[in-house]
């Protein structure tokens, strides 16, 4: 069975500074998808980031980029120039190329932002 | 524009009766399906459904039961609640491809439900 871990369970970063949450999964498998979504107060999932494991470029999203490394099975997420919005958990996801989206979610990373 | 709408957003329930939580889409997604959260973890897969009349069971199906009779709707039904199903629950769908915009995974915004 596949796991995600997220092994912080709680990060502290200071406005305009960058901050990298960590994530590593397990799987037997070649072909997958990786994402970070972000939970803020209001429970709602935002996906952030998505990653496809045939690629070898690191994903970016403006402020947001991931450092993808499929050997090591690992998958991080840099912030920079963090803002007071991306105070949030943060939750790590595999997901495998078949039928169904079926995620595997890590417990996520609480990511407090200070002014 | 309503994407993935669940009701009811908040429910208290007495041990041992049943609900439905409704969860609608109007993306016309083939693939849907339930997860509940837990403090201290992430999303688990409860059910999941690949298209009309076809379902098959996630990670914690034990409680649940589901149903697809139609694209839009999901419903996840708790037969005889126990306070072991208090939790927050998504509902999300997509498209089917299993790549580009099938890894676009859209989520309601949860129903908080608290199970005494």
């Known amino acids: 069975a596949q796991t995600v871990t997220q092994s912080q369970p709680e990060m502290s970063v200071q406005e305009a500074e960058t901050v990298t949450l960590s994530c590593t999964y397990d799987t037997s498998e070649s072909d997958y998808y990786l994402f970070w979504y972000k939970q803020p107060p209001s429970r709602q999932m935002i996906l952030v980031i998505r990653q496809e494991a045939y690629k070898q470029q690191n994903a970016t999203e403006n402020r947001f980029s991931v450092n993808f490394q499929k050997a090591a099975k690992s998958f991080s997420l840099k912030i920079s120039d963090s803002q007071l919005g991306d105070a949030a958990m943060y939750f790590c996801a595999y997901k495998l190329v078949e039928y169904g989206n079926k995620l595997v979610f890590g417990a996520g990373t609480i990511l407090r932002v200070k002014s | 524009n309503a994407g993935v709408t669940q009701t009811p957003k908040f429910q208290v329930l007495k041990t041992g009766q049943s609900m439905t939580l409704q969860c609608a889409q109007d993306m016309n997604h083939e693939y849907m399906s339930w997860y509940r959260q837990d403090p201290g973890m992430g999303l688990r897969l409860i059910h999941y459904s690949v298209g009309a009349g076809i379902t098959d069971q996630g990670e914690v199906p034990n409680g649940y039961n589901v149903s697809r009779s139609t694209t839009e709707d999901f419903p996840l039904r708790l037969l005889s609640a126990a306070p072991s199903q208090t939790s927050v629950y998504f509902c999300?769908?997509?498209?089917?491809?299993?790549?580009?915009?099938?890894?676009?995974?859209?989520f309601g915004e949860g129903s908080w439900l608290t199970v005494v």
């Open positions: 999300a769908s997509s498209y089917s491809s299993l790549t580009g915009a099938g890894n676009t995974i859209y």
